[in-house]
């Protein structure tokens, strides 16, 4: 079975754009002058913006959990390295800081509350980057060392 996650809002996205609408609103209503009101006005177009745009969560598309996601990027060099790890044990993958030669690319998507972990990595191939592996469950202690 294959996993699919898409972009969905979180409740943190929800809540910055609730505040900006409150915030404008209030001081758009506020009598204390016009560049006040107008400011409160577009503070509020931007949170009614950012309520419709702003996604920075994730959702498995079959069962619906919500779940969120950290990335890291390695050099190719260790890139059977990295398939053992993830295929194996998990627990020995080290947080990867190589962002100046990012041709792969580990993606782990996490939920908390389920307590469990994907794990995928994936080969930048020129313009976008392909999945060297399936994803691969794993709980959310063999992670957490890389979610922090």
């Given at each position: 079975?294959?996993?699919?996650?898409i972009k969905v809002q979180s409740n943190k996205d929800i809540?910055?754009?609730?505040?900006?609408?409150?915030?404008?609103?209030?001081?758009?209503?506020?009598?204390?002058?016009?560049?006040?009101?107008?400011?409160?006005?577009?503070?509020?177009?931007?949170?009614?913006?950012?309520?419709?745009?702003?996604?920075?969560?994730?959702?498995?598309?079959?069962?619906?959990?919500?779940?969120?996601?950290?990335?890291?990027?390695?050099?190719?060099?260790?890139?059977?390295?990295?398939?053992?790890?993830?295929?194996?044990?998990?627990?020995?993958?080290?947080?990867?800081?190589?962002?100046?030669?990012?041709?792969?690319?580990?993606?782990?998507?996490?939920?908390?509350?389920?307590?469990?972990a994907y794990l995928q990595l994936q080969e930048y191939i020129?313009?976008?980057?392909?999945?060297?592996?399936?994803?691969?469950?794993?709980?959310?202690?063999?992670?957490?060392?890389?979610?922090?």
């Amino acid at each position: 079975m294959e996993k699919n996650f898409i972009k969905v809002q979180s409740n943190k996205d929800i809540i910055i754009g609730l505040t900006l609408i409150i915030i404008g609103a209030a001081l758009a209503l506020l009598p204390l002058g016009g560049a006040t009101n107008v400011t409160g006005i577009f503070i509020a177009i931007t949170g009614i913006i950012l309520v419709f745009t702003l996604k920075n969560g994730y959702k498995e598309s079959i069962s619906g959990e919500r779940y969120s996601k950290k990335e890291y990027f390695y050099h190719i060099n260790l890139k059977n390295e990295l398939i053992n790890h993830i295929m194996t044990n998990p627990k020995a993958i080290e947080a990867g800081s190589d962002v100046s030669n990012n041709s792969l690319s580990m993606v782990i998507f996490y939920s908390k509350h389920s307590g469990k972990a994907y794990l995928q990595l994936q080969e930048y191939i020129p313009y976008k980057y392909e999945a060297c592996t399936e994803m691969q469950e794993c709980t959310l202690s063999e992670v957490e060392h890389l979610i922090k």
